[in-house]
Structures are given as C-alpha cells and as structure tokens.
Antibody, heavy 122, light 103 residues
Framework: QVQLQESGPGLVKPAQTLSLTCSVS??????????WSWIRQHPGRGLEWIGY???????YYNPSLKNRVTILLDTTKNQFSLRLSSVTAADTAVYYC??????????????WGQGTLVTVSS | DIQLTQSPSNLSASLGDRVIITCRAS??????LAWYQQKPGKAPKLLIY???SLETGVPSRFSGSGSGTEFTLTISSLQPEDFATYYC?????FGQGTKVDIK
C-alpha cells in the first residue's frame, strides 16, 4: 500500500525558497496513470492544488503559482520535491503531497501524506 | 477555469440524521467527481471517486451521485465519527468545503 511522507523546514524567511520533499513507500512511482502532486491548505481555509509531476518528468502547475513553482522527481530515491520561490506570508500553509490517479474522464487524490506546516516569517 | 461551489458551507446535524451536501460546478466538464473527508489536524481522506464509487474501507452510509454540473454526497445516518469537513474535487479544483458539526 502506497504511503507518502512530507519532510522539510517548518520555517522559511520571506523572499527565500520553500523546499519540501515527499518520500513514497510501498509502491513504484513509475506506474502509468499516477501523477505526484502537491496541495496546500492555508490555515483554516480550503485546499489549493499546486502542481504535479509525472514519472516521465512532465509537469503541470497551477497557473496562479507557475512562475514560482518547480516540482522535481527522483525515482532512484522514490521521492519528489517542491520548490516555491520568493515566498511571502501568504504562502504560510500546510503542504500535502498526494498521489493523483488520473484518467481521461477525471482524477482523484489518494493517498495523501500527513501534511507539514510551513510558516513564512522573519 | 472551473469553479466548484458547495452548499451548505456549514451544517448542523444530529446523530442518525440523513445529510446531503451539494457540489455545483460552474461548467460541465466531466461526470466524474471525488469527495474527501477531513478531520482537524489530519490530511483529507478519499471517500468517493468517479462520482459514486466508494473507496475501500469507507462505510456504506456514504454515497455519491450526480452528473453534469450538480453532484451530491449523502450520509444516510450520521455517526459520531462523521463530524468533519467535506470537500468535493474535480480535476484540479476543490470546493470550499462543508463543515458538519453537532446540532
């Protein structure tokens, strides 16, 4: 059974780059139809999809964040990572990694990591 | 971009109540929709995918239906562990959430 676990700094200074890693266990990242996503949740708010990476290395980002987001893949370590540059207090959120199961007619996210709170503050 | 609007945003209900949450899409893109349950301090948990398919291990009191632009999540008899926030999702958009609490 696939499990995901986020890791990375819980505190980032304004204007710096937020970096998180998601470790995948219990399955291969190279399965077709599986996309590896980052999703965030601002305190007390709803869910915002950030972007995904496919096992081939292809990526797709939320247009509202695409200028600042990079998602990278390391299949040798069964990990994928998130880089969000030029952060501000508005990027303070719980960041989740999740597997996206995607088909022509739609998609869903399962499983999710436990989430990690990242606070942007000097 | 598609927008998903859930109603109600907050819902107070009693144990044993039948609860219905609606998710309306701003346009009809797909007949597939997913539903998640989130409890405080926890990650969202997939309940239903492909509009009406129950995720393994999810109690049968949960059901989903709909098509086009209107979808529903129904809890047939509310249990104590069901008090949570529920989100719908289609492609890369989530609804704003519906918080179900105790009446």
């Amino acid at each position: 059974q696939v499990q995901l676990q986020e890791s990375g700094p819980g505190l980032v200074k304004p204007a710096q780059t937020l970096s998180l890693t998601c470790s995948v266990s219990g399955g291969s990242m190279n399965s077709g139809g599986n996309y590896w996503s980052w999703i965030r949740q601002h305190p007390g708010r709803g869910l915002e999809w950030i972007g995904y990476i496919y096992y081939s290395g292809g990526t797709y980002y939320n247009p509202s964040l695409k200028n600042r987001v990079t998602i990278l893949l390391d299949t040798t370590k069964n990990q994928f990572s998130l880089r969000l540059s030029s952060v501000t207090a508005a990027d303070t959120a719980v960041y989740y990694c999740a597997r996206e199961i995607s088909m022509v007619r739609g998609n869903w996210f399962d499983p999710w990591g436990q989430g990690t709170l990242v606070t942007v503050s000097s | 971009d598609i927008q998903l609007t859930q109603s109600p945003s907050n819902l107070s209900a009693s144990l044993g109540d039948r609860v219905i949450i609606t998710c309306r899409a701003s346009q009809s893109i797909s007949d597939w929709l997913a539903w998640y349950q989130q409890k405080p301090g926890k990650a969202p948990k997939l309940l239903i995918y492909k509009t009406s398919s129950l995720e393994t291990g999810v109690p049968s009191r949960f059901s989903g239906s709909g098509s086009g632009t209107e979808f529903t999540l129904t809890i047939s008899s509310l249990q104590p562990e069901d008090f949570a926030t529920y989100y719908c999702q289609q492609f890369w958009t989530f609804g704003q959430g519906t918080k179900v609490d105790i009446k």
